[in-house]
Antibody, heavy 121, light 107 residues
Framework: EVQLLEFGGGLVQPGGSLRLSCAASGFTFSSYAMSWVRQAPGKGLEWVSF????????YYEDSVKGRFTISRDNSKNTLYLQMNSLRAEDTAVYYCAKDSSLTMGSPFDYWGQGTLVTVSS | DIQMTQSPSSLSASVGDRVTITCRAS??????LNWYQQKPGKAPKLLIYAASSLQSGVPSRFSGSGSGTDFTLTIGSLQPEDFAIYYCQQSYTTPPTFGGGTKVEIK
């Protein structure tokens, strides 16, 4: 059974940093790309970042470029999102999502339960 | 970026009703269109991928159609567990983008 468990959310001040983790199990982690998708309170879904199975290729939504860094440790079956220079508009539930293939452009076939990030003073 | 527009934004329906939700892309996306269901406090769940392919384990009352810019999600006979928000998403280009969602409520 595929499981994705996110950790690391919480309350942080504007300008602060936070690192999210997503522990994966139930599939060959290195064989699949992974993404982060967020959802602001009461709003819709917004893709944030993508990383290929090997970790060599990454993509970011424009508003987080230069502030967020996606990475993965295939030996630990874990996905990360380092978030720096956080803004109030980054407040959201962050989901890690498994892409259904190795490459960009595939549906998200499994999602974690989400972790809430609140940016506020 | 490709804009995805869903309609309606909400609808009220009764158990047993046939429900149709539409999604329009701002440019052609071939059949790279996916549908998700999200219940309150839960993560989204993939229902339909590549416009019309049913994800494993999803009931056959869900179906999808369309190509190019216009797509539909149909629930053949609405069940109590189908009351949720439904999102379309294009996976044709980067960034992948979602529609604004359609909330299906009980009449």
């Amino acid at each position: 059974e595929v499981q994705l468990l996110e950790f690391g959310g919480g309350l942080v001040q504007p300008g602060g940093s936070l690192r999210l983790s997503c522990a994966a199990s139930g599939f060959t982690f290195s064989s699949y790309a992974m993404s982060w998708v967020r959802q602001a309170p009461g709003k819709g879904l917004e893709w944030v970042s993508f990383i290929s199975g090997s970790g060599r290729n990454t993509y970011y939504e424009d508003s987080v470029k230069g502030r967020f860094t996606i990475s993965r440790d295939n030996s630990k079956n874990t996905l990360y999102l380092q978030m720096n220079s956080l803004r109030a508009e980054d407040t959201a539930v962050y989901y890690c999502a498994k892409d259904s293939s190795l490459t960009m452009g595939s549906p998200f076939d499994y999602w974690g339960q989400g972790t809430l990030v609140t940016v506020s003073s | 970026d490709i804009q995805m527009t869903q309609s309606p934004s909400s609808l009220s329906a009764s158990v047993g009703d046939r429900v149709t939700i539409t999604c329009r892309a701002s440019q052609s996306i071939s059949n790279s269109l996916n549908w998700y269901q999200q219940k309150p406090g839960k993560a989204p769940k993939l229902l339909i991928y590549a416009a019309s392919s049913l994800q494993s384990g999803v009931p056959s009352r869900f179906s999808g159609s369309g190509s190019g810019t216009d797509f539909t999600l149909t629930i053949g006979s609405l069940q109590p567990e189908d009351f949720a928000i439904y999102y379309c998403q294009q996976s044709y280009t980067t960034p992948p983008t979602f529609g604004g969602g359609t909330k299906v409520e009980i009449k």
